[in-house]
T-cell receptor, first 116, second 112 residues
Framework: DTGVSQDPRHKITKRGQNVTFRCDPI?????LYWYRQTLGQGPEFLTY????????KSRLLSDRFSAERPKGSFSTLEIQRTEQGDSAMYLC??????????????FGSGTRLTVV | AQSVTQLGSHVSVSEGALVLLRCNYS??????LFWYVQYPNQGLQLLLK??????LVKGINGFEAEFKKSETSFHLTKPSAHMSDAAEYFC??????????FGKGTTLSVSS
């Protein structure tokens, strides 16, 4: 399977705990994106990487959130000191860069986080 | 900055009827435009894309969309709805070098 993989699919955590999600993009895609989606809303952009460089971060990405893509392959998104408002679906997507056969993003199935 | 407005958070049609989901965008430069579909508890699947080629774009599952620059619109249509089309649909816009910005979505219901 050459799609975008996200792990875990579901995560339930207690408020105040730290959580980490992983995303494995399509291997030939050099761009990787993180989005957050709450119930009844469209996905909201959090951050994106081109190779290992983090090129843009949304104001939604508070200091408790950090994302890495250390070798330009898989990425992790960590949330520290989780709050109930962090409960959402976290989506990862990958793409080529514009001008390199840009055909939109391929999304993973997401990680659903529930903070109790 | 670019933005997307999807008119109508919920659209209901009968099986076999025309589907029309509306999307208007705002962009300062020629945009890339997309429609995605999302089924419950799943990620987003690309239906179709406009990337400055033909203005009438055909996608999967019989859907198509027409880019109208003068109206800043990119409405999604399907001639005949099927029960399996019931899902959430998202319009999205990006400019070169920026991330996709999504609309709030339109829920399509199909009744028999």
């Amino acid at each position: 399977d050459t799609g975008v993989s996200q792990d875990p699919r579901h995560k339930i955590t207690k408020r105040g705990q730290n959580v980490t999600f992983r995303c494995d993009p399509i291997s030939e895609h050099n761009r990787l994106y993180w989005y957050r989606q709450t119930l009844g809303q469209g996905p909201e952009f959090l951050t994106y990487f081109q190779n290992e460089a983090q090129l843009e971060k949304s104001r939604l990405l508070s200091d408790r959130f950090s994302a890495e893509r250390p070798k330009g392959s898989f990425s992790t998104l960590e949330i520290q000191r989780t709050e109930q408002g962090d409960s959402a679906m976290y989506l990862c997507a990958s793409s080529t860069a514009v001008g390199q056969g840009y055909y939109g993003y391929t999304f993973g199935s997401g990680t659903r986080l529930t903070v109790v | 900055a670019q933005s997307v407005t999807q008119l109508g958070s919920h659209v209901s049609v009968s099986e076999g009827a025309l589907v029309l989901l509306r999307c208007n965008y705002s962009s300062s430069v020629p945009p890339y435009l997309f429609w995605y579909v999302q089924y419950p508890n799943q990620g987003l699947q690309l239906l179709l894309k406009y990337t400055s080629a033909a203005t009438l774009v055909k996608g999967i599952n019989g859907f198509e969309a027409e880019f109208k620059k003068s109206e800043t619109s990119f409405h999604l249509t399907k001639p005949s709805a099927h029960m399996s089309d019931a899902a959430e649909y998202f319009c999205a816009v990006s400019e070169e070098g920026t991330a996709l910005i999504f609309g709030k979505g339109t829920t399509l219901s199909v009744s028999s």
